[in-house]
């Protein structure tokens, strides 16, 4: 069981219930957006290769920041869970307990600090783009 008190859990996960609304707002106008044709309507303004790759380009963005934000949709409804199951609180690596300072400025933290530096270290860079 975590060291958090019950006033930090509480403080937490309120927290996370205003990010998980926030995310699904977010979420919500994002998609909204994309369903809106101004992409459709841009590619078919396009005259040269240039601007089909900018029209490209900004279909890509908006697919990344809707992915970034479904991956920490997902992350703050993990940690949901957790606090209702007791788990909250607790590097899923080493099963120490994460810092209520860390945990405060990123309540869906599911890390430990010397567990989060250890996996930068060794998943540094990602996969590397071939031809």
């Known amino acids: ?37 101004r992409y459709t309507e841009l590619a078919g303004q396009v005259h040269d290769a240039g601007d089909a790759s900018v029209a490209d380009l900004l279909v890509d963005l908006d697919l990344r920041q809707l992915d970034t934000e479904l991956k920490e949709l997902r992350a703050v409804e993990r940690a949901m869970q957790d ?34 530096a250890h996996y930068e270290k060794t998943h540094a860079g990602g996969a590397t783009p071939t031809m």
Do not use: K, W
């Open 1 to 37: 069981m975590t060291l958090l008190s019950s006033d930090q859990r509480n403080t937490l996960s309120t927290q996370l219930q205003r990010r998980q609304a926030e995310l699904r707002l977010l979420i919500q106008e994002e998609l909204r957006r994309s369903q809106d044709g």
């Open 83 to 116: 606090i209702r199951t007791g788990g909250y609180g607790l590097c899923t690596q080493c099963g120490a307990d994460i810092q209520f300072e860390r945990l405060r400025v990123v309540p869906h933290v599911h890390m430990c600090l010397a567990c989060q």
